[in-house]
């Protein structure tokens, strides 16, 4: 700028001369031009590293948010569903047409059914049991949806069916259940006689007293030997010995028609022992459930919440 100044040192010589009455020397002009300047570099500058700052801060931000339902999983918001209520009457219903019956139980609500050949059905809770008011010379049908015990006439001649979504349950005469929930896996257990079951017409397993046949993670029939618990609903009992939480608050749910839903995944294989009466209130199994200090139970929104504590 000393040998070449440019208009603003034209333009400051113009204003000193005015000011001063004199006109400035070239050094003068040019000291006089960086300190005109040099609060406007440092203002640019700061507003240059405010937005650096900035920048920085919400991409780290960003990461966070990004990373730590990862690094903190129970802090998620995640929504486990086990169990949805279902539709059900306020009372046992019967339904007729000329040829069928068909009876609907409510929550926690049980009800004992003799059909025309003499068996007798006990439906359990948010079940719903359609048959037929005089069988068919060469066979005995039935259709289940939620739970129910069996106890068969003998009839050589006809044998006797269960159907259900997934599973179909054939025998001559004998006493066993049947749990066949929507959205919970399905299972018989067999206490006396012989049945036949099978999954979706495929070929029929042969069951033994004591065992329960079961769909496993995969979907597949396995056997296997009936808990000794199994069964207890018929007397009006829980009875939980070292169950995964989640099977228990799936008969929960459906026992009392509430949903449930977990929001956290661990929780879910949580093992646990409880023995109680069927015909308590559900506030009151909730409030049992939390004195033994494995998880938060409380009723949200209608619906059973399972949370860490």
Known sequence: MKNHPDTNDQRLKALF?????????????????QEFITPRRASSSKRKNLYIGITSAAAILMLMLVLWPLIHPETSTESIQVFASLESPKEITYSETSER???????????????????EVLLSANSRLEYSKS?????????LVGEARFNVAKDAERPFIVHTRQLQT?????????????????????????VEVSLNGDAPQLMQPGEQAFLDKEGKLQLTKAPEETGKWAEGEFAFDDKELKSVMQEIGSWYNISVVFHSRPLLEERIYLRMNRKVDANEVLTILNDMGIAKFEIVKEKIVVSKI
Do not use: C, N
């Not at 001369?17 to 040019?30: C, M, Y």
């Open 170 to 194: 054939q025998v001559l005469g004998t006493v066993f259940d049947v749990k066949a929930y929507p959205q919970t896996p399905a299972d018989v257990t067999l206490y006396e006689g012989k």
């Open 17 to 33: 001369g005015e000011a001063l009455g004199t006109t400035p020397t070239t050094e003068q002009t040019e000291q006089a031009w």
């Open 101 to 119: 019956m068909e009876v609907s139980t409510p929550a926690g609500t049980t009800t004992t059914i003799t059909l025309s050949d003499g068996t």
């Open 135 to 143: 069988f068919s010379a060469d066979k005995r049908e039935v259709k």
